[in-house]
Nanobody
């Protein structure tokens, strides 16, 4: 059974940093593209970042570009999201998504086959 478990969320002041982790189990995702999405209360799910199997040419939402960095460790079957210079508008539940369908859009939730349960990130002003 495939399972994605996010961790690393929490409460941080504006300008601070957090590092999210997404540990996968049940199968290897070393050849799969992975992503991070987020959803704030009352808003729809929003793309944050995407990474190919080899870590090359990551994609980012404009709202996080230059502040967030996505990376992966295939040996650990884990993907990370380093979040710096956090803003109150980054407050959301952050979700890990795995195994993007080949040829599909990196920023569409429907492109990914597996999802984690999410981790809350709250940024205070």
């Amino acid at each position: 059974q495939v399972q994605l478990v996010e961790s690393g969320g929490g409460l941080v002041q504006a300008g601070g940093s957090l590092r999210l982790s997404c540990a996968a189990s049940g199968r290897s995702f070393s050849s799969a593209a992975m992503g991070w999405f987020r959803q704030a209360p009352g808003k729809k799910c929003e793309f944050v970042a995407h990474i190919n199997w080899n870590g090359a040419s990551p994609d980012y939402a404009d709202s996080v570009k230059g502040r967030f960095t996505i990376s992966r460790d295939n040996a650990k079957n884990t993907v990370y999201l380093q979040m710096n210079s956090l803003k109150p508008e980054d407050t959301a539940v952050y979700y890990c998504a795995a195994d993007r369908i080949w040829g599909s859009s990196v920023d569409e939730p429907s492109s990914y086959r597996y999802w984690g349960q999410g981790t809350q990130v709250t940024v205070s002003s």
